[in-house]
């Protein structure tokens, strides 16, 4: 099975700085017969479900502002947010879709500094 | 608009069953593959169970292998999670998810399940 790993646990941002997430596959998650990887990224705020972020590693889902930036390769990505807005406070998850079991990390908790 | 409604949740002695329910609209759905996915209080998500758009294919986690049974019924645009022998760390918001490869693309607001003696 493929694990997922995601640093740090929690993070604390100041309004308007950068915020970064990571996310580490334990194999590489790039189906080699379409060239696309199969990693998602959630926002979960309290009290909802997730909300989807990006797919195929960079894709960002309609609708969700181009301050949130998905990137990596192989088996590390990242999830960048350029400028910390404060309804971005939630915990974070990546997803690998590449195999079942359909691992999530354990989740990155984003508060404001 | 896509709509996802658990139901069925709700308190039960270990090693009990339960059926939960998951009503679609706004979509297609015989068109999807369909997730369960649940998360224990205070904890992370934990992707339980999908089931191809026909029923044909299905695939569980370990944790719940042999003990869950994921199926649909496409006349009615409902997905089902039928859990037998239910463990305490079974207790969990379960959310059923609408596939939209590689991810998931809309969520139900979930159904709390407890296993309490």
């Known amino acids: 099975d493929i694990v997922m790993t995601q640093s740090p646990d929690s993070l604390a941002v100041s309004l308007g700085e950068r915020a970064t997430i990571n996310c580490k596959s334990s194999q590489n998650v790039l189906y080699s017969s379409d060239n696309k990887i199969y990693l998602a990224w959630y926002q979960q705020k309290p009290g909802q479900p997730p909300k989807l972020l990006i797919y195929w590693a960079s894709t960002r889902e309609s609708g969700v502002p181009d301050r949130f930036t998905g990137s990596g390769s192989g088996t590390d990505f990242t999830l960048t947010i350029s400028s910390l807005q404060a309804e971005d406070v939630a915990v974070y998850y990546c997803q690998q879709y590449y195999s079942t079991p359909f691992a999530f990390g354990q989740g990155t908790k984003l508060e404001i500094k | ?117």
Request: charged letters at 20%; hydrophobic letters at 35%; a positive charge.
């Open chain 2, 1 to 117: 608009q896509v709509q996802l409604v658990e139901s069925g949740g709700g308190v039960v002695q270990p090693g009990r069953s339960l059926r939960l329910s998951c009503a679609a609209s706004g979509f297609i759905f015989s068109n999807y593959g369909m997730h369960w996915v649940r998360q224990a209080p205070g904890k992370g998500l934990e992707w339980v169970a999908v089931i191809s758009h026909d029923g044909s294919d299905k695939y569980y986690a370990g944790s719940v292998k042999g003990r869950f049974t994921i199926s649909r019924d496409n006349s009615k645009n409902t997905l089902y999670l039928q859990m037998n022998s239910l463990r305490v760390e079974d207790t969990a918001v379960y959310y059923c998810a609408k596939d939209r490869k590689p991810a998931m693309d809309y969520w139900g607001q979930g159904t709390l399940v407890t296993v309490s003696s």
